[in-house]
């Protein structure tokens, strides 16, 4: 059974920087979609930023556009999200999600399309 996991999240101050990464475990040669979402207590998981593994496009949430960079190294089923200019905003738990798919060029920024979902890292921003 793959897992997914999470690591990077931490405190931080308002303008800082900070990178997540996250793996799939199993075999690498398993193509999985991937995307990270957030979410803080009492709400839903809100939709941060996924990228085609086909052409490497990216899809962002409107709040994070222009401040967060997804990217991914396919033959490891790694994703990485870069996260600039952090605001007390972007306080949250992280996860990321993959989708097992042969379609390279499937996308998804709805969360019940994910199926395997990490334990989430927890990122705080203090002013």
């Known amino acids: 059974q793959a897992q997914v996991v999470e690591s990077g999240g931490r405190l931080v101050q308002t303008g800082d920087s900070l990178r997540l990464s996250c793996t799939v475990s199993?075999?690498?040669?398993?193509?999985?979609?991937m995307g990270w979402f957030r979410q803080v207590p009492g709400q839903e998981h809100e939709f941060v930023a996924t990228?085609?593994?086909?052409?490497?496009?990216?899809y962002y949430g409107d709040s994070v556009k222009g401040r967060f960079t997804i990217s991914r190294e396919n033959t490891k089923n790694t994703a990485y999200l870069q996260m600039n200019n952090l605001r007390p905003e972007d306080t949250a738990v992280y996860f990321c999600?993959?989708?097992?798919?042969?379609?390279?060029?499937?996308?998804?920024?709805?969360?019940?399309?994910?199926?395997?979902w990490g334990q989430g890292t927890h990122v705080t921003v203090y002013s």
């Open positions: 999600a993959a989708t097992l798919t042969y379609n390279l060029n499937w996308l998804s920024l709805k969360r019940d399309d994910y199926v395997l």
């Open positions: 199993g075999r690498t040669d398993t193509p999985y979609h």
């Open positions: 990228i085609r593994r086909s052409d490497e496009t990216t």
